[in-house]
């Protein structure tokens, strides 16, 4: 486990507050409130990826939806439907997907939750950040995954004030998912500073497209 180097009342104990592993059962630990990230450390799914690598072709503009366990599946055809895709072509995803629904639902407390599936090859969010939500499930099935800093690294009042990112990070580098790696991570919806420190890995320029699924409560 991460061992933290400095003490500040406003931060998270780093042992406990990053809970990495490879068993399904890690993402249970974001109901600790003392957890600001769950990372399920999972294997590709070689099927998924096949059809994850054809959608990342397709522009799919980012597009946030209400869904719910009984009109999942429905909503993300009628999302993909829309955007000019067959849904009969990526029914592998479209199951994994659900299963990630079906994990989170049961975390949220009762919350509604909505969801996410683009694909990008820009830098959308360059800064790190928090995000005002209470929590979100996110797995990139293809090309670079989110970056997050341990609390021990981030300097959480720079961060507040709007500095650069050479500000926020204390010392080291960040931390990054790697493809269908499953994070639940703790935001910030009562800015109080205490959720994960993340943002969208650098990827302009490169040649390289992102395709991100993701949950939000």
Not at 99 to 124: H, I, N, V, W, Y
Not at 157 to 185: H, Y
Request: include cysteine; aromatic fraction near 6%; charge should be negative.
């Amino acid at each position: 486990m991460l061992q933290t180097t400095h003490s500040h009342s406003h931060e998270l104990p780093a042992e406990v507050a990053h809970q990495q592993g490879e068993q399904i059962r890690i993402l249970e630990t974001i109901s600790n409130p003392a957890v600001n990230l769950s990372l399920w450390q999972r294997p590709e799914e070689h099927r998924v990826a096949l059809e994850a690598a054809t959608l990342a072709t397709h522009p799919l503009r980012d597009a946030r939806r209400p869904t719910s366990l009984t009109s999942f599946d429905e909503d993300v055809c009628a999302l993909l439907q829309l955007q000019g895709v067959n849904p009969a072509d990526y029914e592998a995803l479209r199951a994994d997907m659900f299963m990630l629904a079906q994990l989170f639902a049961p975390l949220t407390e009762g919350r509604p939750f909505r969801f996410r599936l683009l694909t990008t090859a820009k830098d959308d969010c360059r800064r790190f950040h928090l995000d005002r939500i209470n929590l979100r499930l996110l797995c990139t099935y293809r090309g670079p995954g989110t970056e997050w800093l341990r609390n021990e690294q981030v300097d959480r009042l720079a961060q507040a004030r709007g500095a650069p990112n050479e500000d926020i990070i204390r010392f080291g580098e960040a931390s990054r998912f790697q493809p269908f790696w499953v994070g639940i991570m703790r935001g910030d919806p009562a800015n109080n500073g205490d959720g994960l420190v993340h943002r969208s890995p650098p990827i302009a320029g490169t040649g390289q497209a992102r395709v991100l699924f993701c949950l939000d409560c």
